[in-house]
């Protein structure tokens, strides 16, 4: 029986984030995804965007698709999600990826985002584009990687309800994710780009909040390190999907 893979997106994108993995994982494993609420057909729509309604709608699409278990895969902030519905629903949980995933530990990303949270009130487009720059620094006198990653988010985030962006800044300043994640013992894959200083800023103890993590770091990549280096991921998760039952004996 094939096992199967969900997909979650980070914000402003959308579930094409994730369209070379599902090509070349479709063949081996039942592969699905869906766009966050806010996100898609329903970007620039008002929604109720919390934490409970995060996972609520990650709860009905297994539902909806009559999923049992899966591996989950989520990219940025889409590491708040599914680490509450892993840790809800451990039985139908595999493992878990997370792409330039972070959490709230004491860091120059949090910081950042405590400072955009303080003045949430400016005018949305100024606010999205100091915002958007804040989060993807340079990295060096040439970096293509935060200079694609700032466009890319200013451009799409300006699609967005202008709450969705604000309402995240406050989950991620006081839910406490990094306990969540301690709670973990299923398998653990965390990929980021070697160019994402900033949001590695936040895992500097990573390794004892998840003894058993699997962490890879991929050469030449910003945040969303699966988009700049597809091949290269492709080998990192294929391995750890193919392995990982031996990471944690109860799932063999």
């Not at 950042?112 to 005018?123: L, V």
């Not at 998840?210 to 990549?221: D, G, M, N, Q, T």
Request: hydrophobic content about 35%; some cysteine.
């Amino acid at each position: 029986m094939r096992e199967t893979i969900v997909f979650i997106h980070g914000l402003t994108g959308s579930k094409q984030a994730f369209r070379k993995q599902i090509a070349y994982l479709a063949d081996s494993y039942n592969t699905y995804v869906y766009d966050l609420l806010g996100h898609g057909e329903d970007r620039g729509k008002a929604v109720d965007f919390t934490l409970k309604n995060l996972v609520k709608q990650l709860e009905d699409f297994f539902e909806e698709k009559g999923i049992e278990r899966a591996h989950i895969c989520s990219l940025s902030y889409g590491c708040y999600p599914s680490t509450i519905f892993a840790n809800k629903w451990q039985d139908k949980v595999l493992s878990l990826c997370f792409i330039g995933g972070h959490y709230n530990s004491p860091s120059p990303l949090r910081d950042i985002f405590q400072q955009y949270w303080d003045c949430r009130n400016e005018p949305y487009p100024l606010w999205l584009k100091k915002y958007s720059h804040a989060i993807y620094p340079k990295d060096g006198l040439i970096d293509p990687y935060s200079i694609v990653s700032n466009k890319v988010y200013y451009k799409y985030g300006l699609e967005l309800h202008k709450d969705i962006l604000r309402d995240a800044l406050e989950h991620r300043l006081n839910y406490d994710l990094r306990s969540d994640l301690a709670s973990l013992t299923l398998p653990v894959l965390w990929v980021m780009g070697d160019h994402d200083s900033l949001y590695k800023s936040s895992l500097r103890d990573l390794d004892q909040v998840i003894p058993h993590v699997v962490y890879s770091e991929l050469k030449h990549a910003g945040h969303a390190a699966n988009l700049f280096q597809p091949n290269c991921f492709k080998e990192v998760y294929g391995v750890f999907l193919g392995d990982f039952s031996s990471v944690n004996p109860r799932y063999a």
